[in-house]
């Protein structure tokens, strides 16, 4: 059985460039923090995988501070400041702030104080797209960097979050953008590295992957791939409706991530379709992987007033640059399948 993975929220296969570039730092075998001509050597792909990261995402003239992860990046930016945001949230932005911002039936969440406030710029389960106000003091960018078209240095926030693992990249590696001139307070302290913001010896293998993956997401957005995975969201999307007209898809008519694809079939699980497509060998989610093993209904959804038995039965497909038309269609195929001897058995 060949498998398809539609499951790139989650976590995307590793990008040649990046895996190129992380066998060469295994090479470097210096600590950055050294003075000697190895940790020079090491320093100078440490700054310059900086540079590239700052050059990908449009934050030239900001601060790039590398972390292990968006969820320790999140941690970073949010702790401690007082910040208020939706329950539509990444649950590692929600665990430093206050829930209590407004979300519309179309995800749209209203920041009334962008300067204390925190918000995605695409939802992982929806992928909705948010029209961010200027000032906000975090965004978190981990979904939308390398599909859709940004600049840090555009946005006007105070802090960005970014991933690797998320655009072709290492796991474990992420970073904090600063605009120049912020200062927020280092959660993890001792040696004083990453300008004093963050202590601990960088990860410059998972650094240089990270760096090399972002700039060959760069160039994927600038060549129009991403147009081309929406238009194969946009012909699954068609072929799902075909077979069950009772679908719901989330978000549909609103901006949202090319190649996210968020659908309630009522009445039926997710976790079950999930595993019914898993078996068929088809990789989805029904929601956040860091949710993942949760039976619970999406809190997103939820805060979008779908209620309790709707919001449990959602799936997310997301697709890639790997994707195939003929992926999309057997999936389709097989899940209007699932989804009719369901109905027989729920009758």
Not at 177 to 183: S, T
Request: proline share 3%; hydrophobic share 45%.
């Amino acid at each position: 059985m060949t498998r398809a993975y539609l499951d790139w929220n989650a976590t995307t296969p590793l990008r040649p460039e990046a895996r190129a570039a992380m066998i060469a730092a295994m090479d470097v075998v210096g600590n950055p923090s050294s003075v000697h001509a190895e940790g020079r050597a090491a320093k100078a792909l440490l700054e310059r995988a900086r540079g590239q990261l700052a050059e990908a995402v449009g934050a030239d003239g900001a601060d790039i501070v590398f972390t292990g992860s968006a969820t320790e990046s999140a941690a970073f930016a949010c702790a401690g400041r007082g910040l208020h945001c939706a329950m539509v949230e990444h649950d590692a932005v929600k665990a430093y702030c206050t829930v209590d911002l407004a979300v519309s039936e179309a995800g749209e969440v209203s920041a009334p104080n962008p300067a204390q406030s925190a918000l995605q710029l695409a939802n992982s389960e929806t992928g909705i797209l948010q029209d961010l106000q200027q000032g906000l003091a975090v965004s978190d960018l981990t979904q939308a960097f390398g599909k859709v078209p940004l600049a840090f240095n555009w946005l006007g926030c105070d802090a960005g979050l970014v991933s690797a693992h998320k655009l072709g990249g290492p796991k474990g590696a992420g970073a904090v953008i600063l605009r120049r001139g912020v200062d927020i307070a280092a959660q993890i302290k001792g040696g004083g590295q990453e300008m004093g913001r963050r202590a601990g010896t960088e990860n410059l293998i998972g650094i240089a992957g990270f760096a090399a993956a972002a700039q060959a997401a760069a160039r994927d957005l600038a060549n129009g791939v991403w147009e081309e995975v929406a238009q194969l969201r946009n012909i699954l999307e068609k072929a799902l409706s075909s077979a069950a007209i009772e679908t719901i898809f989330v978000g549909k008519g609103e901006a949202r991530l090319p190649n996210t694809l968020c659908l309630i079939a009522p009445g039926w699980k997710g976790e079950t379709q999930v595993m019914q497509m898993d078996l068929a060998g088809f990789a989805i989610s029904a929601g956040s992987a860091c949710s993942s093993g949760k039976v619970r209904a999406s809190q997103v959804l939820r805060a979008m007033g779908y209620d309790e038995a709707l919001a449990a039965s959602a799936i997310r497909i997301s697709l890639g640059p790997e994707t195939t038309t003929d992926q999309v269609l057997r999936f389709a195929d097989k899940w209007g399948a699932l989804y009719r001897r369901h109905k027989e058995r729920a009758a």
